[in-house]
Structure formats: C-alpha cells, structure tokens
C-alpha cells in the first residue's frame, strides 16, 4: 500500500524529560523528523504536551489514566496512554486551528 504524502505533519512537543537518555532519544527523533520534513517540503508543527491535555481533559496536566478514560469517553477502544495521546492529538488538531487544515487527507481511505 502507498501512502499519500502528508500536507502536514503534527507531533507531541515534549518540553520536559525525566531522563537524559529520554532528551538523548527525543532529540535524536525530532533531528531525524525535521530534517525529512524540510527536505520533503512539508511543514511541521509541535503541540505542546500541556495543550493536547487541556484540549483533551480541560485541564493541562491531565494523567495518563484520565487520557484513556477520555478517549474511551469519546468513543475510542485505546489500549494504553500513547493511543489516547494520538487520537488527542488528532483531534486537537482537527478542532483549534492548527495550520494547514485545508489538505486534510481523508483517514477513513488511507485505512481501507
């Protein structure tokens, strides 16, 4: 299956880090993700991790406990936090204006 290629990619803008190998790893993903993006010509956004939570929950520093119970409020079958997180995420995205919202890619296709 080929996937389109994104108008856009949105990612989880983790501003803090309990560990240095967790800041050594989160550095190393965000050089390898901006670096694809600009040699693709996409553009790139980081959400805070504070406003996916408050978006999400109504408040900033919602658990992960209280993400999955969310999620599973909206709708959602989420096995863990990371899950709850994207679809988070997502709808964030979708709902509060976060750039280039005119190329959306209907998801429903790409999972056929």
């Not at 983790?14 to 965000?30: N, P």
């Not at 790139?44 to 408040?59: A, E, H, L, R, S």
């Not at 964030?92 to 976060?98: A, D, K």
Request: with cysteine.
């Amino acid at each position: 299956m080929t996937l389109p290629k994104p108008s856009q990619v949105v990612f989880e803008e983790v501003r803090r880090h309990a560990a240095t190998d967790a800041a050594h790893v989160y550095g190393g993903l965000m050089a390898t993700l901006t670096k694809w993006c600009e040699s693709e010509g996409i553009p790139y956004q980081g959400v805070p991790v504070g406003t996916i939570k408050k978006f999400w929950t109504g408040k900033g520093n919602g658990k992960k406990d209280v993400m999955i119970a969310e999620a599973k409020r909206r709708g959602f079958n989420v096995d863990d936090d990371n899950e709850a997180d994207a679809i988070a995420l997502l709808h964030c995205w979708m709902n509060e204006g976060i750039t280039n919202k005119s190329d959306r890619v209907d998801l429903t296709e790409m999972m056929k």
